[in-house]
């Protein structure tokens, strides 16, 4: 079955520092790909998707790359800060359209703290 | 953008009693919603897949008859946790697919923390 496999954390910087965390898959087809952060006592909220091959994902300084030959889809950002401390969750559905799609699977979440 | 919305967002019940989550899109349709568990500092767990106007599709391991679902409309998605125990405690997270776009984002709720004492 589908599965997706996180960094473990905690993982720990000092503000601007540069942040990858890495997150790779298994899945049959083309599944959609997404990063989610959830900050503490809230909910998910989506941070950036990809849906084919060598997309980019980009927001709030946040990037991943869709790459089908290494399976993977790692978060990065250049210079993290305070506010960026939570836990992040790398995910995938399958293929946008079908009736599977929106169905999560989701990695074990990365807490990451960033220390001014 | 698109908004879900769960209520309540927190809960105690008693132990043996049964409470209600519900999950409304606010501003779009959505026929198929999913609900998730997350126990706490871990990752999330799909429950259920729930599909209006039909039985829901539970994942193996989640009993069905402790975790009722209802689909009742094309906005609102219910979770009823039957005869709560301690052991149900956890948050408890929605998502609904929009019916308009085949591709695009999927949407969460805020979540509702159950404890169940």
């Known amino acids: 079955g589908d599965s997706v496999t996180q960094m473990e954390g905690p993982v720990t910087l000092s503000e601007e520092a540069f942040l990858t965390i890495n997150c790779t898959y298994t899945a049959t087809g083309y599944p959609s790909l997404f990063w989610y952060v959830q900050y503490p006592g809230e909910g998910l909220q989506l941070l950036l998707k990809?849906?084919?091959?060598?997309d980019k994902g980009s927001n709030k300084g946040f990037e991943a790359t869709y790459r089908k030959e290494t399976t993977s889809f790692h978060l990065e950002k250049g210079s993290v800060q305070v506010s960026d401390s939570a836990v992040y969750f790398c995910?995938?559905?399958?293929?946008?359209?079908?009736?599977?799609?929106?169905?999560?699977?989701f990695g074990q979440g990365t807490i990451l703290t960033v220390h001014p | 953008g698109a908004v879900v919305s769960q209520h309540p967002s927190r809960v105690i019940c008693k132990s043996g009693t049964s409470v209600k989550i519900e999950c409304r899109s606010l501003?779009?349709?959505?026929?198929?919603m999913f609900w998730y568990r997350q126990f706490p500092k871990k990752s999330l767990m799909l429950m259920a897949t729930?599909?209006?106007?039909?039985?829901?599709?539970?994942e193996q391991g989640v009993e069905k008859d402790k975790f009722l679902i209802n689909h009742a409309s094309l906005t609102l998605s219910t979770l009823t946790v039957t005869s709560a125990h301690p052991e149900d405690s956890s948050f408890y997270i929605c998502?609904?697919?929009?019916?308009?776009?085949?591709?695009?984002?999927?949407?969460f709720g805020e979540g509702s923390w159950l404890t169940v004492v």
């Open positions: 990809a849906t084919k091959a060598d």
């Open positions: 998502s609904a697919r929009d019916d308009r776009e085949t591709g695009n984002t999927i949407y």
């Open positions: 501003d779009f349709q959505a026929t198929t």
């Open positions: 729930s599909n209006e106007g039909s039985k829901a599709t539970y």
């Open positions: 995910a995938l559905s399958r293929r946008a359209g079908g009736t599977s799609y929106g169905k999560l699977t």
